[in-house]
């Protein structure tokens, strides 16, 4: 299994930058595929980025590509994802999950097996 412990949400205004932290249980780290989802409230939970094992691999939803990059630093049992020119429709609670397949990134109708904490990011206008 992984425990997934999240970091780094707040309040930014429109057009600033946060970059979120998801430090995870080290044993077999490496194992698993990680990302991350959003829900703004009232609102459906969408995913939001995901990269592979090593790195090698990364997908983003289309709402967040060129604004956002997903990174992970497997030394440091770490996932990251550095949010750059906010807007107020990103508000929302951001979820770290992580899971053995890649594929549940890339479904609709199955989610990843773990799910941290998650974190409220805010944007104002």
């Known amino acids: 299994q992984v425990v997934l412990v999240e970091s780094g949400g707040g309040l930014v205004q429109a057009g600033g930058s946060l970059r979120l932290s998801c430090a995870a249980s080290?044993?077999?780290?490496?194992?698993?595929?990680m990302g991350w989802f959003r829900q703004a409230a009232g609102k459906e939970r969408e995913f939001v980025a995901a990269?592979?094992?090593?790195?090698?691999?990364?997908s983003y939803a289309d709402s967040v590509k060129g604004r956002f990059t997903i990174s992970r630093d497997n030394a440091k049992n770490t996932l990251y994802l550095q949010m750059d020119s906010l807007k107020p429709e990103d508000t929302a609670v951001y979820y770290c999950t992580a899971d053995a397949s890649y594929w549940v990134y890339g479904s609709s109708s199955d989610i990843p097996d773990y799910w941290g904490q998650g974190t409220q990011v805010t944007v104002s206008s």
């Open positions: 990269i592979s094992r090593k790195g090698i691999t990364t």
């Open positions: 080290g044993r077999t780290f490496s194992d698993y595929h």
